[in-house]
């Protein structure tokens, strides 16, 4: 059973998918993907304002992909696809870009932190912004709008794009009477740190991730090189202070964890012991799904088949906006 409202959400392919991606925000969208009609994409076009080298978004996208499937994915649910397999999503763009007030752009927090950086750096203020970055939210909101979506879940970062794709919605809803639903941003749940190597927030810019699904050995040399403080193993510790701990908590079961907090708190366990434990259970959990993600990775010609199977059933969708749009704007 799904509900009725459409969720939309995309995920750009700039990097390969960590820990830290996994637990935030992908886990999250596979959640969510068991009981609602999904539409999601890998972002490839919004990847192109930063990214110029072809390969590495097209590495990415396919691990974003394989990573989805093998991860449980509702693929009876969601229409899985590549944003630029889809033509309307240019022309929506194109046409919305009529629409939408530069000052819009304008107040956009990638753009202006672009713009704050190189102020305070004394270069020209527009230096390193191409006009993808500075139109980002437009195509941002094609994406929401042509697939009538009522939902799109997103992180705390996004959420401004959501409401300017509303904005925007409503902008067009004015002059060219009711078209668009007003789509509502979902913010997931703050699913507490979830810290890297160095105890700092696992991101692709501190170089302190674990990629999820690499090879085990590779898995296990990370957990290894995780910073802990300097406690001897008979001495008791902090659970809530352990980067192990805490990585632990997103993988185990609510048995394991209390376990494992007694573990701490009672003394006797090393450091090294517990690294172990970690990565025997996340090794653990992730040992099937790695086992497909290899495959599929080696043989990507199967991911395309399912991204091009959803980009079908997605065109559908969006040819029909494409259609009302275009008659309404042009006649
Ligand atoms: N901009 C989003 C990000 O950087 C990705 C994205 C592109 C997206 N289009 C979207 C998210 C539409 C939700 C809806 O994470």
Do not use: W
């Amino acid at each position: 059973m799904t509900d009725e409202k459409i969720v939309l959400t995309g995920i750009k392919p700039t990097g390969t998918p960590h820990i830290g991606n996994y637990i935030g925000a992908l886990r999250p969208l596979i959640d969510m993907s068991q009981n609602h009609k999904t539409f999601m994409f890998i972002a490839d076009l919004h990847a192109l304002n930063s990214i110029h080298d072809a390969k590495e978004i097209k590495q990415h996208t396919y691990e974003i992909a394989a990573l989805m499937i093998t991860m449980g994915l509702n693929l009876e649910n969601t229409i899985l696809f590549r944003q630029s397999d889809i033509n309307e999503i240019y022309q929506l763009t194109e046409f919305l870009m009529n629409v939408t007030p530069k000052g819009l752009m304008n107040r956009a927090h990638s753009y202006k932190a672009m713009i704050e950086k190189n102020t305070e750096t004394g270069v020209d203020i527009d230096s390193g912004v191409n006009m993808g970055l500075y139109t980002y939210p437009v195509l941002m909101a094609a994406d929401i709008l042509l697939y009538n979506s009522d939902i799109v879940p997103v992180g705390k970062d996004q959420k401004q794009h959501v409401e300017f794709a509303r904005d925007i919605a409503g902008y067009f809803n004015n002059i060219y009477g009711e078209t668009f639903k007003l789509p509502e941003p979902i913010i997931g749940e703050d699913c507490g740190l979830i810290p890297g190597l160095d105890g700092r927030k696992m991101s692709k810019s501190y170089d302190n991730t674990i990629p999820l699904l690499c090879p085990s050995n590779e898995l296990k040399k990370k957990v290894m090189r995780i910073i802990t403080d300097s406690k001897t193993p008979e001495e008791s510790k902090n659970p809530d202070e352990s980067t192990i701990f805490q990585m632990y908590s997103h993988f185990a079961s609510a048995d394991e964890i209390a376990a494992l907090r007694k573990r701490f708190l009672d003394g006797g366990m090393g450091y090294g012991e517990a690294k172990t434990i970690l990565f025997e259970k996340i090794d653990s959990v992730l040992s099937e799904p790695r086992k497909r993600y290899e495959y599929l990775m080696t043989n990507p010609s199967e991911i395309d088949a399912i991204l091009n199977q959803g980009a079908e059933r997605a065109r559908v969708v969006a040819a029909r906006t494409l259609t009302k749009v275009k008659k309404k704007m042009l006649g």
